[in-house]
């Protein structure tokens, strides 16, 4: 039976990187695979897919309004794969978990909570409903595990702002909760 999978973790622990290979492992033994991504992650461009070591691919663009599991019916699939996940609505989370029951696996990526530390709404539908979570794990510059994305701007971490700011390594990293904390970059 197909599931809902969540594979989370901080800045830097490889999540774009992971999504690409598993769409190529399942490309590579005959698949469909459809690589996705939101509309609002448009950093690297409106379809394009790219890990901060260079792996990159095309993406199906989901739109905010889009209805997911209608997509699919369109436009089926082995395999659903979704990076940035988080950024998903929870009618979306919802689609996907339709599509999971009914049809296929769905493979979701992303980040577990924001710069302060709060779940962002797809994150948090996808582990309430997820049949299988798993932390990708990633270390702070200290040498403890990563567990929050540190908003830096002049060189400092930012606890306030806007939820959703697109950027990659120069404005985001993955540190410990004490280093995020004391404030250490």
Same mark, same amino acid.
């Given at each position: 039976m197909p599931k809902l999978y969540f594979k989370y973790g901080a800045m #830097?622990?490889?999540k774009t990187a992971q999504a690409l290979m598993v769409k190529f492992?399942? !490309?590579e033994k005959g698949y469909n695979a459809a690589l996705m991504k939101p509309a609002v992650d448009n950093r690297d461009g $409106?379809? %394009?897919v790219r890990s901060r070591i260079g792996l &990159? #691919?095309?993406g199906i663009v989901i739109d905010p309004e889009m209805d997911i599991y209608e997509w699919f019916l369109q436009n089926q699939y082995d395999v659903l794969i979704v990076d940035e996940a988080q950024f998903l609505s929870v !009618?979306? /989370?919802e689609q996907l978990k339709r599509i999971a029951i009914e049809f296929v696996p769905v493979l979701c990526f992303g980040l577990k909570t924001d710069f302060r530390t709060l779940m962002f709404e797809g994150s948090k539908r996808l582990f309430e409903i997820a049949d299988s979570l798993? &932390? /990708?794990k990633s270390v702070c510059k200290c040498g403890h595990k990563a567990e929050v994305n $540190?908003? %830096?701007k002049d060189g400092k971490i930012v606890r306030e702002g806007e939820q959703i700011m697109? #950027? #990659?390594t120069e404005s985001y990293i993955g540190v410990c909760y004490r280093c995020w904390k004391e404030g250490r970059v």
């Open positions: #830097g622990s490889s492992n399942y !490309e $409106a379809d %394009i &990159e #691919g095309k !009618e979306q /989370i798993t &932390e /990708i $540190a908003r %830096i697109m #950027g #990659g």
